[in-house]
């Protein structure tokens, strides 16, 4: 059976530029479509956390920011379906990604503020890209990548080619303007090539070999759906003949 390691913040809430903390954790339906997915496709999937910490789910993420009543409707009752899973959540520092098929990162701003500087993670994601296994993030959690050094301090991910929520997007949110760095200004920083869509809130995915990311919420599903065709693609590919 294909195995999912879903890592997911830990954290309440961000620290913005001057000092106020703008409450937040995990985007629902980033959560909610790729691990119905992964469920769906007959895969196994692990809750992590930094900590073990169960995760905080962003209420602005159900409200009107999360698209139309139904779909937030739907989405509310797929993450209470869920709920031991989420509330029980294995600490991130006591698994081995190697174990794991796919490893999948979803956003909220949650990740702006942990998952950005924790080196259990960056450890984990630089052993992972160095592995040439599934690996994918979505929205916010690239930022997680800015965690993964190499020896001489650069980062691990330089030079590949990722997406996430862009600088357009991310002020369409008002506390955002006292965001101390956006997502966009950081990954290429960083050294890595980020690449957007041409519309803004559109789904939009990129593949750099074994490196999946998306956009933003409305990629969740795009992204889910892709890592798993080309996963249960691999599997079901005949082998070499003699």
Not at 36 to 61: K, M, N, Q, Y
Not at 195 to 209: A, N, S, W
Request: hydrophobic share 40%; glycine share 10%.
């Amino acid at each position: 059976m294909t195995s999912v390691l879903f890592v997911i913040t830990a954290a309440t809430g961000w620290t913005l530029e001057d000092g106020t903390v703008h409450p937040t954790g995990y985007w629902a339906e980033e959560v909610a479509e790729p691990y119905r997915l992964f469920s769906e496709a007959g895969w196994d999937i692990t809750v992590a956390t930094p900590g073990g910490v169960p995760p905080t789910l962003d209420e602005l993420s159900l409200g009107i920011a999360g698209g139309r009543p139904k779909k937030r409707r739907e989405i509310r009752a797929y993450l209470d379906s869920i709920k031991d899973a989420l509330d029980h959540p294995v600490a991130l520092d006591t698994v081995d990604e190697a174990d794991y098929d796919v490893v999948f990162y979803p956003g909220g701003h949650g990740p702006m503020e942990d998952l950005a500087v924790d080196p259990v993670s960056g450890a984990l994601l630089k052993r992972r890209l160095d592995s040439g296994r599934p690996l994918a993030l979505l929205c916010h959690a690239p930022v997680a990548v800015l965690a993964a050094k190499n020896e001489d301090g650069s980062n691990a991910f330089a030079g590949r080619t990722m997406t996430g929520l862009s600088n357009v997007e991310e002020r369409l949110n008002a506390f955002a303007w006292k965001a101390k760095w956006l997502l966009e200004d950081a990954v290429k920083d960083a050294g890595i090539h980020y690449e957007k869509g041409v519309v803004p809130l559109r789904p939009h995915i990129v593949v750099d070999g074994s490196l999946y990311s998306g956009q933003n919420p409305a990629s969740a599903e795009a992204l889910a759906s892709r890592i798993i065709a080309d996963v249960d693609g691999r599997r079901a590919a005949p082998g070499p003949t003699a």
